[in-house]
């Protein structure tokens, strides 16, 4: 009796700590996001209301809207909320375009973009990972999210151009296949670098020209060959 009672009380105060996530949301994008620098109102309202503790493993739920990264398992993190509404941000999304993402992670960043572009293409390298974050995106009611396992520095052949790209973990160098799959005057948001790592954000310019700006020092999990091939 004493046991079970413990394991109830347990239970509900997990729950209780994410009841008002609602109002978490709310203070991580004002308090995080937005005092950061970061204004762009679609963005800010959709991470507002995008459940980010959906995406997190349980016992780690209580801390899903605090300033800072999270482990998800199998050696990757959730970025922390302010990189993700940065990067949403330099996207420069206007609500038709296709994205590809490279490093679906938990799927958090996927469900960001949902709302802000006509279609998400999503690629994870950890196969238990993919299987996992599309379940969850389902379970959420993500429609227009697709979501692959396989080799990011692959891009996605046969969805190619995409408007936009966003890649959450860092390549020691721009991975050639990702630039060639974007459209021209599209936008490539990336983190590159080994033990230093720079947020770049590359435009395709005409004749296959780039535009390279460097925004911020940043610190990604590594963005890794498979070990083998990948099969579809």
Request: glycine letters at 8%.
């Amino acid at each position: 009796m004493n046991i079970l009672f413990f394991v109830l009380c347990a239970n509900f105060q997990l729950s209780g700590q994410v009841d008002n996530w609602e109002q978490k949301a709310k203070a991580m994008v004002d308090n995080q996001i937005l005092a950061r620098g970061v204004n762009e109102a679609k963005v800010l309202d959709v991470m507002r209301n995008t459940p980010r503790h959906e995406f997190i493993p349980a016992e780690r739920q209580p801390y899903a809207y605090i300033d800072s990264p999270l482990a998800i398992g199998f050696e990757q993190t959730i970025s922390q909320p302010y990189i993700v509404g940065l990067m949403t941000s330099l996207l420069k999304l206007k609500g038709n375009e296709k994205v590809l993402e490279i490093g679906t992670g938990s799927g958090y960043q996927a469900a960001v973009l949902s709302p802000l572009c006509k279609e998400v293409f999503t690629i994870e390298i950890v196969k238990k990972l993919a299987v996992r974050s599309k379940a969850t995106l389902a379970r959420l009611g993500y429609d227009n999210i697709y979501v692959k396992w396989g080799d990011g520095y692959q891009g996605w052949p046969g969805e190619e151009p995409f408007d936009a790209i966003i890649v959450t973990a860092a390549p020691p160098a721009l991975p050639p296949k990702l630039f060639e799959q974007l459209k021209v005057g599209g936008r490539l948001v990336i983190p590159v670098g080994s033990i230093w790592q720079e947020l770049w954000v590359i435009t395709k310019l005409q004749g296959g020209i780039m535009d390279k700006e460097s925004v911020i020092p940043v610190r990604f999990v590594p963005m890794v060959h498979p070990e083998k091939p990948i099969p579809e």
